[in-house]
Each structure stands twice: as structure tokens, then as C-alpha cells.
């Protein structure tokens, strides 16, 4: 389908070329017609004056190739039916060789600013366009609440704008979130050279230096200097996905995109700490109860056990392991009760980086650090443990959750996109250490 509606735009730009230069020649021959009548009566002189209407609509109307058209139908057409030898292109006297070039400079000159003029307005009503297509593009995305409604409506979107399929490629394990058609799907090539956009935040695929054998085209939506995902084009044809007069409205909905992307982070980051939030009230509410409600009633057992102890009217055994028990009780109750909500929230300190747990941020030297929530994710995990190996199974459990713990290349790009990030050397890390085989470390 994409291909036929390409096909038919190729077809209906050639078949406007061919009309264009039909009507200037309707026009030049309209304008003949008129000239010959008037030289039947007020001879030649005027007649050079009915052909500058005519180069000039051609040229507001067509653009400056048919208005050059029409100037030299014009001169061609004046030099035939009047200067002497007439319905000939001969030309005997030196008065009729100057108004014949005087004429075709005119036409010339009057086309090309017409062509101008005509310009102008096409660029106008094209900034218009762009700008009423970027804006319909953002309201579709506005209302999308999640990353996988956003790539879809891009897809779509671009898929029917530029006449290709399209694909977008999340940062996580190049994962497809996205494409249009849906069957559309990447060979091995394709996913390598998108690995290198989310990577190196550059363009690769058809027509770039990168993966030119492709038929792909992969562009990134960067976000604070960082490409978040990669939007890939094609053309069943072979042909370059963008024309270059449309690369600008194109990285202007990457911008769009880029923007969605970074709304919907903020809105989950939001969520999860509007729940951490009340997961630590109730957890406080819990320990309240407990020091409060639980270990007084605790204490009354104790002293009932004492009363039977010392009466000696029951079984010791079973006296000595009641007493006990409530003692083990009683001490895990202590362990909790002492257990200070605020203390976990203290700022981790590894060398120049800073993470504060409560407040979801991450400092390196001072200066804030963006990470996206499973990069934070990943870094809290190993923080809470620093100095101990957490295996790739305990990291993507705790991340991911059960259902991804084997999909250890998920926890490879987060674990790469922290040493570019908090790194002083990301080629040989000294914060995140890899432990071959097992998982990561964080050095205390």
C-alpha cells in the first residue's frame, strides 16, 4: 500500500509539470491570438505587451521553469507570426532582432521574480503546514498516558506522513515498541545499527556513514543530551525515507516526541514516589501500633507466665518455652519498634557520587544526575548493598521483577547507561564493577 501511494505521488508530480507547462503554452497562444487581432488594426508595436501577462501568470502559477517556458513560447511565437519574413523564425530587420531579445529578457527577468513572489507565499504556507502538523502531533501525544501509546501514535504518525514504514525502538535492549504496518519487523543488521543511534545519539542506516547497507534509516529523540529511543524509516522501494526538504518538520516531532517520552518519566517517577510515600506511612503507622498496642499486651502474658511460674501449678516445660517464645517475640518487636523510618533516608555517599533514596536523586560532584527510573532502580539496589556482589538474577528481580530474571541484556544497557553517567571513566569503572559471570558490585 505504502508503495502504490508512493508510486501515485510520483506519477501526479510528473503529470502537474506536464500541466503547468500546458497551461503557459494555452497562455501564449491566448495572448498569439490577441496579437493578431490587434495588429490587424494597430499594427506591431503593441503586441509585444500581450505576452507579459501571459510569462507572468505561468511564472506566479507554474514557477519560474514554466515561466521561462512561456518567455521563450512567447519570443518563438512573436519572432513567427510578427517580424518580417512573416511564419518564418528569420528575422531581416535590425529593429525586429532588438524587440525579439528585449522581449525574451523581459519575459525572463518578470518570470523570475514572479517565480519569487510565488516562492514566498509556498514557503509560508508550508512554515503553516508544518506548524499546524507539529501541533496535531503533540495533541495526539498528549493524550497518550503511557511510553507504548506514545511510539505507537508516532509511528502511525510518521508512517503517514513521510509514505513509509516506521518503527520506534525503545533504549532498553533496542526493544520494538512500536511499527507501521504492524507486521513490519528488523533483521539482525537493522537492530544493530539502532543499538549504535540509542548508543552514540547519531543517525545511521540508508544514506549515513553507519550501516549504509541497510534499507533503514534510524534517527534518535534525544532528551537532555541523551538519545531515550530511535525512530527508524523505510521505503519498500530502497529509496531515502526523508526528502530533504521535510527533515526539518521530521526532527521537529522527534522534539515532540522527546518531549512525550520525558512527560510520561516525570509522571511515573510522580506515582512511585506518591507511593513510597504512603508505603512509609503505613509503615510507620504499623510500628506505632506495635510499640503502642502490641508489646503492652505482650508484657501482661509475661507477667501471667510469671504468676503460673511461680505458683507451680503447671507444666515447667511448657512454662519455660511459653516464656521464651514471648521473649523472642518481644526482642523482634524491639527490632522494629527501634528501627528508625528516617535513618534509610540518609544521603549514600560513594566518592564524589551522592544518592538520596527518599528523595529519588543522584548526585555526582555536586551537579544533579538524570536517570531514568530502572537506572535509578539499578543503582539503589546496589547501593543498599554496596560493597557486596548482587548476581544478575537478584538485580533483575528487584528491577524487573520474576518474569524478566533471565533477560540479563535488559540490566547490561542500565548498568552501561550508569557508568556513562557516574563514571569518571566509564572504559574502566570503578564505582559499578563487573563481577564475570555473576553480577555487578558497588565499591563501598
Known sequence: MIHALWSFQRRDSVALVLAEHAGALLLVAMSTIAGLLVSARWGNSPVVM???PAVLAAAVYGGLWSGLFAAVTSTLAYN????????TFAINQATDVVTVIVLFLVAVVSSHLAALVRRQAQLASEHASRNATIAGFARKLLSSASQAEIAKVSAC????LFVCHAVVIGREAAELLAAAPNETTLGPSEIAAATYT???????GRGEKRGHQIDWQFHPVISKGLAIAAVGLAREDGAPPLEPDRELLFESLLDQMALAFERTRLEIEAR???AFRVRDKLRSALLTAIGDDVKPRLKEIQMVVKGLRREGGAD???IS?????IGHVERYIDHLVDLNPGSEYEPLVFDDVVIDLHSRTVHRAGARIHLTPKEFAVFAELSKHAGKVLTHAQLLRAVWGPAHQDHVDYLRVAVRALRQKLENDPANPLLIVNEPGIGYRLSS
Open 198 to 204: 540509542l548508543e552514540a545519539g547519531q543517525r545511521s
Open 272 to 274: 512511585e514516589s506518591a
Open 316 to 318: 515447667r516445660s511448657l
Open 50 to 52: 500581450l505576452y507579459l
Open 80 to 87: 513567427f507570426y510578427f517580424t518580417v519574413p512573416l511564419h
Open 321 to 325: 518455652k511459653l516464656d521464651s517464645e
Open 157 to 160: 504518525q510518521f508512517a503517514e
